[in-house]
């Protein structure tokens, strides 16, 4: 079992819906990230979460610790979203920084 | 402020060639990460550097690879006698501290034939 996991897998939305994307965690975790990865492209890096809630533009992650669960909404989805969501954990204590990452979610928005 | 540089971007190799893979952080930032990406696969973390230190190696094969990130300069990720199974995008992050959100950099695509 991976110590992150997303759901779901993929996702196709209309343009114009609201959209969830899930991580689930089994390890102790410092901070959690939200990446975007477009196909053949770079990753660019959304939230990082200690706790509660963070909001950018129509993107907003929110993180629960005690039941390791974090969500990623996007509001009024438009094609240009479509991309490939990535949950990464930064693992608690110890002097590494490394980040786990989930298998990701593959997002399209259909105009 | 740029962000973080790899270069090359597209690395083209002959099996038992080797590999040289650079990343420059971001200003002000003395921490470097390395993650590989092989192909249908998710991120995987790979080495763990601050200035002229591993800190965590833990995700690097034991063989054939290795890792720097001199005083001066970019961090190289080296990949001797490549095989076909090392055809993945590499990836390079920095950040400024060791809590710090990490940047991405666009990845370098190599391909071994």
């Known amino acids: 079992k991976n110590e992150v996991e997303q759901s779901p897998q993929n996702l196709t939305a209309q343009e114009g819906e609201f959209i969830t994307i899930n991580c689930s965690y089994s390890?102790?975790?410092?901070?959690l990230h939200w990446l975007q990865q477009h196909p053949g492209g770079g990753i660019v890096s959304l939230f990082m979460l200690s706790s509660g809630k963070k909001k950018h533009g129509r993107l907003i992650a929110t993180i629960n610790i005690q039941e390791k669960h974090s969500s990623l909404h996007i509001t009024a989805s438009h094609p240009r979203d479509s991309a490939v969501y990535i949950c990464?954990?930064?693992?608690?204590?110890?002097?590494?920084?490394?980040?786990?990452f989930g298998t990701g979610t593959l997002l399209a928005v259909q105009p | 402020n740029a962000g973080v540089m790899q270069n090359p971007r597209h690395l083209v190799r002959r099996r038992g060639q080797e590999a040289r893979l650079r990343c420059s952080p971001m200003?002000?930032?003395?921490?470097v990460y390395w993650y590989r990406q092989l192909p249908e696969e998710g991120l995987k973390f790979m080495v763990y550097l601050q200035k002229e230190n591993i800190i965590d190696e833990s995700g690097m094969p034991k063989e054939r690879f290795s890792a720097e990130f001199p005083k001066e300069g970019p961090s190289i990720l080296r990949i001797q006698q490549v095989v076909r199974g090392d055809s993945a995008a590499y990836f390079c992050?920095?950040?400024?501290?060791?809590?710090?959100?990490?940047?991405f950099g666009p990845g370098t695509r190599l391909t071994v034939l």
């Open positions: 990464a954990v930064r693992v608690e204590g110890g002097a590494t920084n490394k980040l786990i």
């Open positions: 992050a920095s950040s400024p501290s060791r809590i710090d959100t990490q940047y």
């Open positions: 390890v102790g975790i410092s901070a």
């Open positions: 200003k002000g930032h003395s921490h």
